[in-house]
Structures are given as structure tokens and as C-alpha cells.
């Protein structure tokens, strides 16, 4: 007998129970003592799973396969035609017409690694411009690009990026180490400013609270209450209502400056020390991806 099991991962088991030439059926009431089992596993090819096929009829289906790999080779055709021109825009100097054509070949052919090569060739002038390297989304596109291109470029310039690589990290180690004892320096004082208004703001916002309450008790006495006394007080609360609310205006606007204080002390460009790691940082994020690749970034 043969039991054939499809599980959950696409094996097929195929479980054969042998006596001889004979087949047992294993299942059958009183058959013979099931002998030892022979098993074999079947693995089937992953298929990709693609929606715009489902429903076809095999002649529909055989149609659009067709369509596609026709269109797969006219685009293929066209990248190469493209790649040509680059190269020929190249080898006059030409460097911006050149790398628009080897972009429109990339654009019909993503994986045409000869367009590829040829796009930095282009873009860094045959490798005499670095600062390509430098703008983060020239570094994620090379990042990701077939391996063959970045072994290309690595080749080409790889050992000057290293280079600069380690200057760069030389540079940027003690410069974090003094930018981050400075920040912390003056997160503490921009703190403690900060604090001192938010307190002052407090006790006179609250101040001014009590004296409108005084002020709106003191009105509900004036018609119960027979003379001026209610009416003075409601000038003198409201008087007094009036005097902590600009002081406390006064208090908020300096709680405006500080609070700015705070978070402008968080950013690195707030200091030539600042700016200058976060140059660093920039251009050595850049150099990761391009000489370590995409999955290395963070």
C-alpha cells in the first residue's frame, strides 16, 4: 500500500510496507504484522506565488508567460543599448550624459552590473571625485547594489576609503568623548535654569489664581453686603491678579528660552565641536555602507 502525506511543508512521505513481491495493506482488519517501514521524502521546489497568474487557463497562462519573458528580453535588449551609449559618453568625458544613460539602463535592467559599474564611473569622474561617496543616498544605492558592482567599486577605490575610514574614526573618538562631557556640562546648568523659572512661573500663575478666586468671592458679597467693602476688595484682588499674571508672563517667556536652551544643547551643531562630530559621523555612516554594504547599517 502506498499512503502519501502533504504536510504544512511541502514534503511528500511515501510510506511503502513490503513482504516480498506482495503488497500488505496495513489498514485492512486482520491483516499480517506490519513489517518495518521504508520512508522516503519527496522535497518540491518553492514556487513563488504570483496573483495575476491565478484563474488562468492553461493557454491564457502560457500567453502571459510568454508576454513576460518577451518584455524581460526587449528590456534587456534596451538596457544594453543604453549601457552601450554610456560607455561611448564616457570614454569622450562626458560624465553627466554618461551616468543618465547608464541610469536609464539600470532603470529597464536593475541587475545589469556592467551599467551599474558604469554609473560610478561616471559619478565619481573615474574615480577622481570621492565626495559621491559622501551624500547618503549615493552610499544606500551602492549599499544595495549587486555584490559584482561593489567589488567593482571597491577595487577601484576601496583602499583610499579605507583610508579615510580610519582617519576619520581617530578623529571621531576623542571628539565624541569631549562633545559628550561638554553637553553634559551644560545639560546640567541649562537644567537648573530651566527649573528655576518653571518654579517662579508656578508661584505666581498660582498667585494669580488665588486672587481671581478672591476677587469672584468677594463679588458674591455684593449684593448681600451693604457697603463698599466687597467692591474694594475685588479692586485690590484683581489689582493684585493682574500684577502676578504679568509677572508670571514675565517668568514664561524666560521658561520658553530655557526650554529652547535645553533642546538646542542636544543637538550637536549647537557647537563647532558639535558640528564637527556630526560631520564625522555623516561621512563615516556613509563609508559603512558603502564599503561594509546595506545590512550592516543600523
Request: proline share 3%; net charge negative; with cysteine.
Amino acid at each position: 500500500m502506498e499512503e502519501r502525506i502533504i504536510d504544512n511543508e511541502r514534503e511528500i512521505k511515501i510510506k511503502r510496507r513490503r513482504e516480498g513481491d506482495d503488497v500488505v495493506d496495513a489498514l485492512a482488519d486482520g491483516g499480517e504484522e506490519a513489517l518495518p517501514e521504508e520512508e522516503l521524502v519527496l522535497e518540491l521546489p518553492e514556487e513563488e506565488y504570483d496573483e495575476d497568474l491565478v484563474g488562468l487557463t492553461p493557454s491564457q497562462l502560457k500567453e502571459e508567460l510568454e508576454r513576460r519573458e518577451r518584455a524581460l528580453r526587449e528590456a534587456r535588449e534596451e538596457s544594453e543599448k543604453l549601457t552601450l551609449a554610456g560607455a561611448e559618453k564616457l570614454g569622450e568625458g562626458a560624465f553627466e550624459e554618461a551616468e543618465s544613460f547608464f541610469a536609464q539602463a539600470l532603470a529597464y535592467d536593475p541587475e545589469n552590473a556592467e551599467a551599474g559599474k558604469g554609473v560610478w564611473q561616471a559619478r565619481t569622474k573615474e574615480f577622481a571625485d570621492y565626495e559621491p561617496f559622501y551624500q547618503k543616498e549615493n552610499a544606500e544605492e551602492l549599499g544595495g547594489a549587486p555584490e559584482e558592482v561593489r567589488a567593482f567599486v571597491k577595487e577601484r577605490a576601496g583602499a583610499r576609503l579605507e583610508g579615510e575610514r580610519e582617519a576619520f574614526r581617530a578623529e571621531e573618538r576623542p571628539l565624541r568623548e569631549k562633545v559628550e562631557e561638554s553637553m553634559e556640562f551644560r545639560r546640567g546648568y541649562f537644567r537648573d535654569n530651566r527649573n528655576y523659572f518653571l518654579v517662579r512661573f508656578g508661584i505666581f500663575f498660582g498667585l494669580f489664581a488665588l486672587c481671581l478666586v478672591g476677587a469672584g468671592i468677594s463679588a458674591s458679597f455684593i449684593y448681600s453686603t451693604r457697603g463698599i467693602t466687597p467692591i474694594v476688595l475685588i479692586a485690590c484682588f484683581g489689582g493684585a491678579a493682574l500684577v502676578m499674571l504679568a509677572v508670571a508672563i514675565v517668568f514664561a517667556r524666560k521658561l520658553v528660552v530655557a526650554n529652547r536652551l535645553c533642546r538646542e544643547n542636544e543637538k550637536l551643531s549647537s557647537t563647532e565641536d558639535g558640528a564637527r562630530l556630526a560631520y564625522l559621523q555623516d561621512r563615516l555612516h556613509c563609508l559603512d555602507l558603502v564599503l561594509d554594504g546595506a545590512e550592516r547599517e543600523d
